[in-house]
T-cell receptor, first 116, second 112 residues
Framework: AQSVTQLDSQVPVFEEAPVELRCNYS??????LFWYVQYPNQGLQLLLK??????LVESINGFEAEFNKSQTSFHLRKPSVHISDTAEYFCAVSDRRTGGGNKLTFGTGTQLKVEL | DAGVIQSPRHEVTEMGQEVTLRCKPI?????LFWYRQTMMRGLELLIY????????DSGMPEDRFSAKMPNASFSTLKIQPSEPRDSAVYFC??????????FGDGTRLSIL
């Protein structure tokens, strides 16, 4: 079984400032890792994923996350946030043995609020 | 390419009524998932299907909840009888093998 911990329920930040959203996971097996973003009144959208290869993965809108196996972390970062980044962010893991796209275990989410 | 389509987007009904939520997955995806999202409990996986067969329904809260997938392009989640504590946003998601899940926009359910 896996579990995901997102310690920060809310992160306020000023526009153009850097931000880090923390995610730690626990698993007895190898996992795939994901970040999803949820805008108000919408479903979750995949932001980025780590399946294999380079431990640093990037999204098209400037977010990046680094898989750290020794620390069992997959923190999400952006060097300069915009108002439009205001949303809830969910970290998730899945068991590699089941193919990666299957049963996800989600964290409780972090509400990112970008202020002027 | 159309995404995951859920209907209705909003449902308000009285306690005791039957509620049916519908989902059309992305064509070609062979996994389908039903989730429930509330402030108190966050995002919970209720049940998921592979090739129309239920694989894990351990998240279904009670016998009042049932889910079916009669074919590859349609699934329903039914609550009968509904209760106020069932009020939540229900999401459907689909994926191919080894691929990330794609979510619908959800059904916001209010039981009065």
């Amino acid at each position: 079984a896996q579990s995901v911990t997102q310690l920060d329920s809310q992160v306020p930040v000023f526009e153009e400032a850097p931000v880090e959203l923390r995610c730690n996971y626990s698993s007895s097996v190898s996992v795939y890792l994901f970040w999803y973003v949820q805008y108000p009144n919408q479903g979750l959208q995949l932001l980025l994923k780590y399946l294999s290869g380079s431990t640093l993965v990037e999204s098209i809108n400037g977010f990046e996350a680094e898989f750290n196996k020794s620390q069992t972390s997959f923190h999400l970062r952006k060097p300069s946030v915009h108002i439009s980044d205001t949303a809830e962010y969910f970290c998730a893991v899945s068991d590699r043995r089941t193919g990666g796209g299957n049963k996800l275990t989600f964290g409780t989410g972090t509400q990112l609020k970008v202020e002027l | 390419d159309a995404g995951v389509i859920q209907s209705p987007r909003h449902e308000v009904t009285e306690m005791g009524q039957e509620v049916t939520l519908r989902c059309k997955p992305i064509s070609g995806h062979d996994y389908l998932f039903w989730y429930r999202q509330t402030m108190m409990r966050g995002l919970e996986l209720l049940i998921y299907f592979n090739n129309n067969v239920p694989i894990d329904d351990s998240g279904m809260p009670e016998d009042r909840f049932s889910a079916k997938m009669p074919n590859a392009s349609f699934s329903t989640l039914k609550i009968q009888p509904s209760e106020p504590r069932d009020s939540a946003v229900y999401f459907c998601a689909s994926s191919g093998y080894g691929q990330p899940q794609h979510f619908g926009d959800g059904t916001r359910l209010s039981i009065l």
